[in-house]
Nanobody, 122 residues
């Protein structure tokens, strides 16, 4: 059974930095895409950043230039370096991995981490 385990969340002041890490265990498969989503209280879960197995990346407009996603395909790990954090970045961050793309950004298999809280204080 595949498990995604996140680490690195916490409390940081405005302008500070955090690094989130996610490691997949129990999987011998290579994921198509790995990425990070976040959900703030009262809001829908939104994509933050995604990286393909080929290394292509995509970011939400709100984090471009501040966040950097990286991935080790062989180790099935993904990280998110977050700099210049703002109060609006406060949310629970979820690691995601998709396997067997079926088009439209959808996958036959989706895997999610348990979430890690990021709080940015002003």
């Amino acid at each position: 059974q595949v498990q995604l385990v996140e680490s690195g969340g916490g409390l940081v002041q405005v302008g500070g930095s955090l690094r989130l890490s996610c490691a997949a265990s129990g999987s011998i498969f290579r994921f198509n895409d790995m990425g990070w989503y976040r959900q703030a209280p009262g809001k829908q879960r939104e994509l933050v950043a995604v990286v393909t197995s080929g290394g292509s990346t995509n970011y939400a407009d709100s984090v471009k230039g501040r966040f950097t996603i990286s991935r080790d395909v062989a180790k099935n790990t993904v990280a998110l370096q977050m700099n210049s954090l703002k109060p609006e970045d406060t949310a629970v961050y979820y690691c995601h991995a998709g396997r067997i793309a079926i088009g439209g950004g959808l996958y036959k298999y989706d895997y999610w981490g348990q979430g890690t809280q990021v709080t940015v204080s002003s």
